[in-house]
């Protein structure tokens, strides 16, 4: 019987992580490779978390469940000036000013001339004025990631948006997310209004979406 590779890199610990990591790496590789040559559009969705893709859209994470398997920390896996279109959604926020900018940077690299850039943030400003008004916010629906939340005193509204226990590294709000996309070079950078095709129905309301092309 032939095993799966994750049960034979189950039976190599303690190198089952990397040696798993490696092989689905190399796959993913020759996927990219084999669509790149069927010559279509490729649009992207990165930071996708465990989510297949849909229609035109390949997700990439680093999981089993998306269409690409990569740790975006290396980049992303396209050559130059092969994609039509990057989504992320709820993503940048997991990522300092710095990993920001070069992420920007390597998004402007892989789309062609043209190529739309969308994104999703949660809105920071909403917390922060909570906090400056001393107005309450329903924890059911604002603070849906419960060990993030401390609850001792009107801080901790900040505290959630701006750390989320370790999971968040940045805050956005309309004008600063305009101003970094523009900052690394993408035209026309925008707001844009909830799409229904690629964004999240149960995160609008906490939600800035934007638009930009290279």
Same mark, same amino acid.
């Given at each position: 019987?032939?095993?799966?590779?994750?049960?034979?890199?189950?039976?190599?610990v303690p190198f089952a992580a990397p040696i798993y990591w490696l092989v689905?790496?190399?796959?993913?590789?020759?996927?990219?490779?084999?669509?790149?040559k069927q010559g279509t559009d490729i649009w992207i969705e990165v930071g996708?978390?465990?989510?297949?893709?849909?229609?035109?859209?390949?997700? =990439?994470?680093?999981? !089993?469940?998306?269409?690409? +398997?990569?740790?975006?920390?290396?980049?992303?896996? &396209?050559?130059?000036? /092969?994609?039509?279109?990057?989504?992320?959604?709820?993503?940048?926020?997991?990522?300092?000013?710095?990993?920001?900018?070069?992420?920007?940077?390597?998004?402007?690299?892989?789309?062609?001339?043209?190529?739309?850039?969308l994104i999703c943030v949660p809105n920071a400003r909403i917390y922060l004025?909570?906090?400056?008004?001393?107005?309450?916010?329903?924890?059911?629906?604002?603070?849906?990631?419960?060990?993030?939340?401390?609850?001792?005193?009107?801080?901790?509204?900040?505290?959630? =948006?701006?750390?989320? !226990?370790?999971?968040?590294? +940045?805050?956005?709000?309309?004008?600063?997310?305009? &101003?970094?996309?523009? /900052?690394?070079?993408?035209?026309?950078?925008?707001?844009?209004?909830?799409?229904?095709?690629?964004?999240?129905?149960?995160?609008?309301?906490?939600?800035?979406?934007?638009?930009?092309?290279?």
């Open positions: 019987m032939v095993m799966s590779i994750k049960k034979v890199a189950r039976r190599m689905k790496q190399r796959l993913s590789k020759r996927d990219i490779r084999r669509r790149l996708a978390g465990t989510k297949r893709g849909q229609g035109k859209w390949l997700t =990439i994470d680093m999981n !089993d469940i998306c269409d690409i +398997y990569w740790d975006l920390r290396k980049g992303i896996p &396209f050559p130059n000036e /092969s994609l039509k279109k990057i989504y992320s959604s709820h993503f940048f926020e997991h990522l300092s000013f710095g990993e920001i900018q070069r992420f920007l940077d390597e998004c402007k690299r892989v789309l062609v001339p043209g190529g739309q850039f004025q909570a906090y400056v008004n001393g107005s309450a916010l329903d924890a059911k629906k604002y603070f849906i990631y419960p060990p993030a939340y401390n609850h001792t005193t009107r801080i901790d509204l900040v505290n959630y =948006i701006a750390y989320m !226990d370790g999971e968040h590294k +940045y805050m956005f709000d309309e004008e600063n997310l305009l &101003f970094i996309l523009g /900052s690394r070079g993408f035209r026309n950078s925008r707001l844009r209004q909830f799409d229904p095709t690629v964004d999240l129905q149960w995160r609008d309301y906490e939600s800035i979406y934007a638009e930009a092309e290279k």
